[in-house]
């Protein structure tokens, strides 16, 4: 009778846990190898799963991994923040109903409590690099595309804030030509930038093949292996959502 | 500058709630019906019927005694021992367990050790044994990091989030040493040198 309700991985959809042969193990485990994110949006005898949860969870791993800023997902961060807001009203009714319902309000409480961690941890992060590189990223256009409209006025804002607050503190009282915030000295600049060649773990989330991570080195990249590398050579598989960063 | 800077390790906390969205077969002891959640649907949950559902809620249920858990296959005496004898038979390389299959089992074995989980002590001993016998391979795997890459398959989020600030500093380190030409008197300041923090303890 399990099959009536329905199984959303692959880790039993294959499984016949009441069959008489013994099932192989490794097989099963396929499924539930990968990471937190494999499971695809599914009609499944009843059963639906939603990718955008997933989806966010990933993207706030990368962007907690990768030393630069990342492009911000907009329509996705929308969309939940959307669904959110729909599912409170939906608890809010539910609250107001028999104990019965309580206990399932409760259950969708604790599911959004875990959607609005995802969502707080991702603009935290993404905030806490804007901060650390104000000096690069509020002049770079390329960066400055990257963020959402609230952070692009937040990076202005604490840029602004950031230099009064040095010049008042300090670089006023000294003379015109000692205060500049971002000179170059040979190969030393005042400006923080993150070093793109620091070092990742990734996660292949598709097979690659052969891939060229430095000019001479090529490396065979198959659906979960897991690598070491520096952030810049992998770069492109991440933006073309090949790999994960772990 | 003033602001610290990010840091990329996951905390114990974060990766036993990622953990939380595997799916886990449970047998509800009560009649639920199907329960809409933002990232899907589950049920309708009709005793003594398996249905899977993720970690999470699997937990919140068993907490209020409303199902029983069905441990996945992975988390079985003989399936580990299996395992413990493959990371024996190969020094050098890791043998397939779930990439979160730590958490998952600290979880199931906080919540439903005492009833849903045979031997679990048993369980306990053979997944401290595993954690220790890949915990130095590892460790030992120190000596491979080059500046270019290091494949590392099969290790799992905990063990990677261990052996990062480690690892991820040699990298960079290397990295620095190899492109510095002999007319460098110094190194290259403008890049920020990764501070290893302080690894977890499971």
């Known amino acids: 009778m399990d099959e009536d309700y329905g199984d959303v991985t692959p880790i039993t959809h294959d499984a016949h846990p009441g069959a008489d042969a013994e099932p192989n193990i490794d097989e099963l485990l396929q499924g539930a190898l990968g990471t937190y994110g494999q499971i695809e949006t599914t009609e499944f005898d009843g059963n639906f799963t939603n990718e955008d949860v997933k989806k966010l969870t990933r993207t706030w791993l990368n962007e907690k991994q990768a030393p630069d800023l990342l492009p911000y997902q907009d329509q996705l961060v929308g969309d939940l923040t959307e669904m959110v807001q729909n599912q409170l009203q ?15 309000a409760m259950l969708y409480q604790s599911e959004l409590e875990r959607i609005k961690f995802v969502i707080r941890s991702y603009l935290k992060v993404r905030l806490q690099k804007i901060e650390r590189y104000i000096m690069l990223y509020a002049s770079s256009e390329d960066h400055l595309a990257r963020m959402s409209l609230g952070e692009r006025a937040f990076a202005v804002r604490y840029k602004s804030l950031f230099e009064n607050h040095l010049h008042k503190t300090c670089l006023d009282k000294l003379p015109e030509s000692l205060r500049s915030l971002d000179e170059n000295n040979g190969n030393i600049s005042m400006v923080t930038v993150p070093n793109l060649r620091s070092a990742v773990v990734c996660r292949v989330l598709t097979n690659v093949g052969d891939y060229a991570i430095t000019e001479t080195e090529t490396v065979d990249m198959r659906k979960d292996n897991i690598f070491l590398v520096s952030y810049d050579s992998i770069q492109n598989l991440l933006d073309s959502h090949s790999i994960e960063l772990i | 500058m003033l602001t610290t800077k990010p840091n990329p390790n996951v905390a114990l906390p974060e990766l036993e709630f990622l953990a939380e969205d595997t799916l886990i077969s449970i047998i509800p002891t009560h009649r639920m019906d199907t329960l809409h959640f933002i990232s899907g649907s589950y049920g309708p949950f009709k005793p003594p019927n398996r249905i899977e559902v993720p970690l999470w809620l699997a937990r919140l249920l068993k907490k209020k005694r409303r199902c029983h858990i069905q441990p996945p296959a992975w988390l079985d005496v003989t399936y580990l021992q299996r395992k413990y004898d493959e990371e024996q038979r190969q020094p050098d390389r890791f043998s397939g367990l779930p ?22 002590h048993t369980v306990q001993r053979l997944l401290q044994d595993l954690r220790e016998i890949r915990q130095s391979k590892a460790r030992a795997g120190l000596a491979a990091v080059n ?19 480690m690892f991820c500093q040699a990298f960079n380190q290397l990295q620095r040493l190899e492109s510095q030409g002999p007319e460098y008197g110094g190194m290259p300041n403008n890049y920020e040198s990764s501070q290893p923090s302080s690894s977890y303890q499971y």
Do not use: K, W
């Open chain 1, 90 to 104: 939906l608890v809010d009714a539910l609250q107001e109903e028999s104990a019965g319902q309580a206990f399932i």
């Open chain 2, 99 to 120: 990439f979160a299959y730590m958490e998952i089992a600290h979880v199931l074995l906080e919540c439903a050790a005492a009833d849903d989980i045979p031997q679990a």
């Open chain 2, 147 to 165: 500046p270019i890459y290091l494949q590392m398959d099969n290790l799992s989020a905990v063990e990677i989030n261990e052996i990062r600030p």
